[in-house]
């Protein structure tokens, strides 16, 4: 690689066990902060957990000269989203977790350091406003400095409501499935066959032979399959079903095996996760697999009948081409944005289940320290897998469009997002429904096409300050955000829907309301936009004007939005609908949702 900018101000101050040799043009600095360090906690920028350098490699993990996999699982090629970026780290969440000063402090520092992205694959605590929020506070002195921001949307789901990545001025991402599975079966002796998942990498179990299941439900540590609760019971040469939660799935089946068990099956039972949290795999120590709430249900009531008593256990290994994908993942959080009610949350999904990244050697796969296993590569699931994704693709517009700002890149990546494709016209969130915009954002990152947006909504540090008054905020808090003194004029101010925010968060009280937008041209040549409305049922969007031209790069035009609801239609104003606004030039299609609340 080139050397490193002169403009970066970074050091590499790993602490124990990183001397400064370790830095290179590729990972230009390392510092730590450790006031959540606790006794025996090394005091090193060194990653002991995994989740670090799973990230990382993520963003910018080079590409691989040969094929690499989790010990025979995902085989092939790796590479990060932008594997020319350069890396700086900034640890600060250690064995009991992570202080929020820490986390302000880290990321003033990288702003300080002139980085171009901040990466967060750690989620904000729930909050009720900005001020008390350390990743808001943090990311808005970045977007200040031209920094963009990244947060992971959370694990919360699927409830509504859970997400707490929710400030305008960053992008929060959801996860998302792709197409590569691990399929793992139980085959009962009744010739039955339940589908689940699994990374169990051992020796499989032998063919032609089925062992005898057992479920305990007379005990609650049982069930759970708690260490220690099997002692006292004969699981000898059997299959342990285990229900889920309390501790997790990999250690239930290390559980098991210490007490003499064969297998292990993990049986989900909470039914608002829904089919597909199966496809969050677990790197068993034993042969054992999850399986989900239908194949849970049946098996459970066979065994119920007596109409099963024996199993087995096998592993399918990988398989491509798993339809429908992307899935919304079951376990990403969803809105609505609890604190600003107009914004949507998250922005976009991107891929997050079963992402095969770079793993330190001295860390087990499961983390356990049963778990023997060493391995340079993991798979991992959450929202900490997808934010990465979209940290290197801001990565990598930043560098095709320097002149482009935070929310330019950010406005790229939502109105080219989508939310269909060929199979469905919706994506599925439970395999079953259909999806959401709190469940989608604006839909699943599309790389190719936020390089040539067309057009984008364009938000100033003032534009958001402006919203922070209409949201209320005084004048104590706004300077605890926006880290100057702001007085908000009541005359002036802006209605709290109207930030030019790449999507309508609109009222139910539409009626004599009109929401407005800008878009700005990104397009070197000139262009001319016509609006297509997709109303939602019952009501009645118009656009004006319905063209807009640009003579030249940069050039802004506004619109407005009027939304009206169609008298007799049963539908009332306060029930929740979706649709959108596309402008487009016969080329090119800048989405944005439209959203009834």
């Known amino acids: 690689m080139d050397k490193v900018p002169d403009r970066f101000k970074g050091v590499c101050d790993g602490g124990v066990d990183f001397p400064s040799s370790l830095c290179n043009k590729k990972l230009v600095g390392v510092r730590y902060f450790n006031s959540a360090a606790r006794k025996g906690d090394p ?25 690499v996999s989790f010990i025979g699982y995902a085989e092939g090629q790796a590479t990060g989203i932008a ?53 808001a506070i943090g990311a808005f002195g970045a977007f200040q400095k031209g920094v963009f921001v990244s947060v992971a949307a959370g694990n919360s789901g699927p409830l509504p409501g859970q997400i707490s990545a929710s400030a305008p001025w960053y992008i929060s991402v959801g996860a998302s499935t792709i197409d590569r599975t691990f399929p793992a079966d139980v085959i009962l002796d009744n010739g039955d066959v339940l589908s689940g998942s699994s990374l169990y990498t051992g020796d499989p179990l032998p063919k032609n032979k089925t062992y005898p299941l057992v479920h305990f439900t007379s005990d609650y540590s049982m069930e759970q399959c708690m260490p220690g609760s099997l002692d006292s019971v004969d699981v000898k040469g059997k299959i342990v079903i285990c229900s889920p939660g309390l501790i997790n799935k ?14 292990v099956i993990v049986a989900l039972n909470d ?47 990988t398989q491509i081409g798993e339809k429908p994908a992307p899935v919304v993942a079951s376990f990403s959080s969803r809105g609505p944005n609890n604190v600003s009610k107009y914004v949507l949350k998250p922005d976009v999904i991107a891929p997050g289940v079963d992402i095969l990244a770079a793993w330190p050697e001295g860390v087990p796969p499961s983390r356990l320290e049963e778990d023997q296993r060493v391995t340079q590569y993991n798979i991992a699931s959450g929202t900490s897998m997808s934010c990465p994704h979209v940290s290197g693709l801001a990565a990598l517009l930043k560098s095709a469009h320097p002149d482009w700002n ?19 016209s919706k994506m599925a969130q439970n395999q ?29 540090e003032d534009d958001f300050i402006q919203n922070l ?29 109207d930030l030019n925010y790449p999507a309508l968060v609109v009222p139910s009280d539409v009626e004599g309301k009109v929401f407005n937008r800008t878009l700005t041209s990104v397009n070197a040549t000139a262009s001319t936009y016509t609006a297509k409305v997709s109303s939602p049922a019952g009501f009645n969007v118009t656009v004006n004007p319905p063209e807009l031209s640009f003579k030249k790069i940069w050039d802004k035009q506004s619109f407005s939005v009027t939304i009206s609801a169609v008298k007799d239609q049963g539908i009332t104003l306060n029930e929740q609908t979706s649709s959108s606004v596309t402008w487009t030039d016969g080329k090119r299609s800048v989405t944005i949702p439209l959203i009834m609340v």
């Open 432 to 460: 079953d429904q259909a999806s959401s915009y709190w469940a989608t954002g604006a839909g699943h990152v599309n790389p190719e096409k936020a390089n040539d947006p067309g057009l984008v909504y364009d938000i100033s």
């Open 271 to 317: 039914p608002t996760l829904g089919e597909n949290d199966t496809q969050k795999s677990d790197p068993y120590t034993i042969p054992g697999l999850t399986i989900p709430i239908g194949a849970t249900t049946k098996l459970l009531d066979d065994i119920s009948k007596k109409k099963v008593k024996e199993g087995t256990i096998v592993c399918r290994g």
């Open 43 to 67: 005091l090193s920028a060194r990653d002991d957990f995994g989740h670090g350098t799973h990230t990382a490699s993520t963003i910018a993990g080079r590409t691989s000269s040969k094929n």
């Open 469 to 497: 008054c209409a949201s209320g905020y005084n004048a104590t808090e706004m300077k605890i955000i926006v880290k100057k003194s702001i007085i908000c004029d009541e005359k002036s101010m802006v209605k709290e829907w």
């Open 83 to 135: 594997p020319m970026a350069r890396l700086s780290i900034y640890k600060t969440c250690w064995t009991f977790g992570c202080t929020g000063s820490d986390v302000l402090a880290a990321m003033d520092k990288a702003v300080e350091d002139d980085v171009d992205v901040i990466s967060l694959s750690l989620g904000p605590v729930a909050s009720r406003d900005y001020t008390t929020d350390p990743i």
């Open 250 to 263: 990999v250690e239930k089946g290390v559980v098991v095996g210490k007490a003499g068990g064969v297998g």
């Open 406 to 424: 935070p929310a330019m890149i950010k406005s790229a990546l939502m109105t080219t997002a989508y939310i269909g494709y060929h199979e469905m």
